[in-house]
Nanobody, 118 residues
Framework: QVQLVESGGGLVQAGGSLRLSCVAS????????MVWYRRAPGKQREMVAF???????RYADSVKGRFAISRDNAKNTVYLQMNSLKPEDTAVYYCNVLNVIGFAVLPWGKGTLVTVSS
């Protein structure tokens, strides 16, 4: 039912910043947990950050202190602000919804590609 579309990726030099957007086709205010994953070249998809409807957020150790997840419920959008980017952040980034036991609910979309050059 819910469609998620990622955008905001691109090519950036190490140390730069990008803000990714995930726009939902319906209201996200009632969604308990929204999550950003990424799939780097040669690696499996990994969780990088999630946000709860109550305002909590958690981050993978590899991005802690550099990335920030946020929601704008009025725009049905979740953001991932990425600062101090490193080449190892290069990946396709995806958003999704987690159920109460931590499983991604929606089919994976195309994501948005982030390429960080050295």
């Amino acid at each position: 039912q819910v469609q998620l579309v990622e955008s905001g990726g691109g090519l950036v030099q190490a140390g730069g910043s990008l803000r990714l957007s995930c726009v939902a086709s319906t209201s996200i205010s009632s969604i308990e947990v929204m999550v950003w994953y990424r799939r780097a070249p040669g690696k499996q998809r990994e969780m990088v950050a999630f946000s709860t409807s109550g305002g909590s957020a958690r981050y993978a150790d590899s991005v802690k202190g550099r990335f920030a997840i946020s929601r704008d419920n009025a725009k049905n959008t979740v953001y991932l602000q990425m600062n101090s980017l490193k080449p190892e952040d290069t990946a396709v980034y995806y958003c999704n919804v987690l159920n109460v036991i931590g499983f991604a609910v929606l089919p994976w979309g195309k994501g948005t590609l982030v390429t960080v050059s050295s």
